[in-house]
């Protein structure tokens, strides 16, 4: 890459001198060298929403896969609205859905391995799709170390409430509801949906109320069919909505350097505690092989 030329930082998306061994945007050290590790990767547009779908799609094909290496007999898989091949609910189970005994045992890392695995074909086409359109425009609204931040924390939240909903419910209002595993990226893209909503509304102005009324209209039209289909978590999209609307209300329009570092130390250990749950998940699997 010629160091004199322009580039864009590779974290802010301003436009900077390449031979600058720091953004004076963001404070991002040796932009120049890390566009370089983006382009190789060919994320140097959508930094971290390649690498988002690619892991739903690997971990996908891995939960239909699964059954072939285990020494024990489980599915191969079931069938998505009784046509569509699905991966089998053993599958899931053991590639770390969120489940509320897990939860209660202390494996924690389900909450962020559930975010990953999808129950069929069309549920992670529609999450990917949904990924593929919101992820990037919130890259460039904040950041993509503050999109990794707004995703992870958004599907999180929407995972916890997904679980506690049925306990509260009977708890408090004597509402007979079932807990079931919960799966999917769809708390992580309506917390992207949140997010982009508190930027318009933050920014105000014509922009920003067209901003708030497309991404409303969005959220309660698609919270709507939640209530029509069976087999969808509506708290899992709210808890996800929700979060990711608050951590949007926290994070600044206006970014100084010494906020957007600190955004890239959170975002990167956001990363670092993603890959530690993916750790512990294969150590469960290898502990269930060697305990058959």
Same mark, same amino acid.
């Given at each position: 890459?010629?160091?004199? $030329?322009? /580039?864009?930082?590779?974290?802010?998306?301003?436009?900077?001198?390449?031979?600058?061994?720091?953004?004076?945007?963001?404070?991002?050290?040796?932009?120049? +060298?890390?566009?370089?590790?983006?382009?190789?990767?060919?994320?140097?547009?959508?930094?971290?929403?390649?690498? /988002?779908?690619?892991?739903?799609?690997?971990?996908?094909?891995?939960?239909?896969?699964?059954?072939?290496?285990?020494?024990?007999?489980? %599915?191969?898989?079931?069938?998505?609205?009784?046509?569509? %091949?699905?991966?089998?609910?053993?599958?899931?189970?053991?590639?770390?859905?969120?489940?509320?005994?897990?939860?209660?045992? =202390?494996?924690?890392?389900?909450?962020?391995?559930?975010?990953?695995?999808?129950?069929?074909?069309?549920?992670?086409?529609?999450?990917?799709?949904?990924?593929?359109?919101?992820? %990037?425009?919130?890259?460039?609204?904040? &950041?993509?170390? $503050?999109?990794?931040?707004?995703?992870?924390?958004?599907?999180?939240?929407?995972?916890?409430?997904?679980?506690?909903?049925?306990?509260?419910?009977?708890?408090?209002?004597?509402?007979?509801?079932?807990?079931?595993?919960?799966?999917?990226? &769809?708390?992580?893209?309506?917390?992207?949906?949140?997010?982009?909503?508190?930027?318009?509304?933050?920014?105000?102005?014509?922009?920003?109320?067209?901003?708030?009324?497309?991404?409303?209209?969005?959220?309660? /039209?698609?919270?709507?069919?939640?209530? @029509?289909?069976?087999?969808?978590?509506?708290?899992?999209?709210?808890?996800?909505?929700?979060?990711?609307? @608050?951590? =949007?209300?926290?994070?600044?329009? $206006? &970014?100084?350097?010494?906020?957007? +570092?600190?955004?890239?130390?959170?975002?990167?250990?956001?990363?670092?505690?993603?890959?530690?749950?993916?750790?512990?998940?294969?150590?469960?699997?290898?502990?269930?092989?060697?305990?058959?």
């Amino acid at each position: 890459m010629n160091q004199n $030329k322009a /580039i864009l930082c590779p974290n802010c998306r301003k436009l900077i001198s390449g031979y600058l061994e720091e953004c004076p945007h963001c404070g991002l050290k040796s932009p120049s +060298k890390k566009l370089k590790v983006y382009n190789m990767i060919g994320a140097n547009q959508r930094n971290f929403t390649r690498i /988002i779908i690619t892991v739903n799609v690997v971990y996908f094909i891995i939960s239909f896969l699964l059954p072939l290496f285990l020494p024990f007999k489980i %599915p191969m898989f079931q069938r998505d609205f009784g046509i569509l %091949p699905s991966p089998s609910s053993q599958a899931l189970g053991i590639l770390g859905w969120a489940e509320i005994g897990a939860l209660m045992k =202390g494996d924690w890392w389900v909450l962020i391995t559930a975010m990953f695995l999808h129950g069929g074909i069309l549920h992670i086409l529609f999450n990917m799709l949904w990924v593929r359109d919101l992820a %990037p425009q919130t890259e460039i609204l904040f &950041s993509p170390h $503050k999109m990794i931040i707004i995703y992870v924390l958004s599907g999180i939240g929407g995972n916890l409430l997904a679980l506690f909903t049925p306990i509260f419910a009977r708890g408090m209002f004597m509402i007979p509801m079932d807990n079931y595993p919960v799966i999917g990226a &769809s708390g992580a893209v309506f917390g992207l949906m949140g997010a982009i909503l508190a930027f318009g509304r933050k920014r105000g102005g014509l922009w920003g109320r067209q901003v708030v009324r497309q991404i409303g209209m969005w959220a309660v /039209i698609l919270i709507a069919m939640g209530f @029509l289909f069976p087999g969808i978590s509506n708290a899992g999209h709210i808890g996800g909505f929700i979060t990711g609307f @608050l951590v =949007g209300q926290l994070l600044p329009i $206006k &970014s100084t350097p010494s906020a957007n +570092k600190i955004s890239i130390f959170i975002g990167t250990g956001l990363l670092v505690i993603c890959g530690y749950s993916f750790v512990k998940m294969i150590l469960r699997l290898a502990y269930i092989l060697n305990h058959i």
